[in-house]
Structures are given as C-alpha cells and as structure tokens.
C-alpha cells in the first residue's frame, strides 16, 4: 500500500483556490445573510478547509443599505462604541447606524461571525459591501452567487 497517497494536505494562504463571488442582499434577512457570507469568507463551503488559514473566497456585496431587519429591532437593536474616555459610552440603534453608514450593519453582523483574532482580521478585509449594485472589481470576473 502506498503511504504517501494518504497523506492529509494541509492547505495554506498560497495554495488556495481562491475565487470572486457577487451577492445581492436586496430584502433578505440580516442574519441569515450574513451568516451565509461568513462561511463563504471563511471558506467552510470548500473540501480544502483549514480552520488555521484563510482558504475563503473574496466575497462582494451589492445593496448592503436594503438589508432586512425583522419585528423591532430596527428600534430596539443596539449598537455601542466607547470614545475612551470616562462616561464615554455611546449607542446608537440600528436605524441611526443605518442612516449614518448604510453598510455598517451589515459589516458589523458578518464581523461578529468570524474569528476573534488575526486570522478573523484578515479574513473580514476579503468583504466589500457597496450600496449599489455597481462595483469596482468587474476585472476580477466575479461569478453571481444566489443564497
């Protein structure tokens, strides 16, 4: 029996099949889209996952504004920052959050699903949200991915 064919390979940053995927996330979920972007940029979807490395796809999303908030959390929701100083606690809903950065709820929502660490940083820098449906990276020939 040949030993070598058995070998489990390990596949790193350098030897991954990475590819560029389109999504439309008009009217769909908050959550369930992103967690469906999250496996797709951590790369669970593909045979060759290594949890120790960033073998997940580019992943661009169009209309990240018109993203779907269900019941009250558009008013109950919140999000919080801390300007470093004492009594420095801000919050904002979702709704402000919205009107200040449309992307930024949906950012924050796939950010939250990716791990705590530097491996997480990397991987989130793979995620460009437009707020269109036009976008800058036509000369990578993104493929169109349905969730």
Do not use: C
Not at 43 to 56: I, M
Not at 62 to 76: E, F, S, V
Not at 94 to 106: L, N, Q
Not at 108 to 119: C, E, F, H, I, Y
């Amino acid at each position: 029996m040949d030993t070598l064919s058995y070998k489990t390979k390990s596949v790193n940053k350098e030897s991954a099949d990475k590819k560029w995927l389109v999504i439309d996330v008009e009217n769909m979920i908050l959550g369930r889209a992103a967690s469906e972007v999250a496996k797709l940029l951590r790369g669970k979807h593909k045979p060759a996952y290594t949890p120790h490395s960033d073998t997940g796809d580019y992943v661009i999303i169009l209309n990240g504004d018109k993203i779907r908030l269900t019941g009250t959390k558009a008013t109950t929701k919140i999000y919080m920052r801390h300007t470093g100083y004492p009594g420095g606690q801000r919050t904002l809903t979702a709704d402000e959050v919205m009107a200040k950065k449309p992307t930024k709820v949906f950012e924050s929502a796939v950010k939250g699903m990716l791990p705590k660490n530097k491996l997480g940083r990397a991987i989130f820098k793979n995620m460009y949200v437009y707020t269109g449906t036009e976008h800058v990276h036509e000369a990578q020939k993104p493929t169109k991915v349905e969730l």
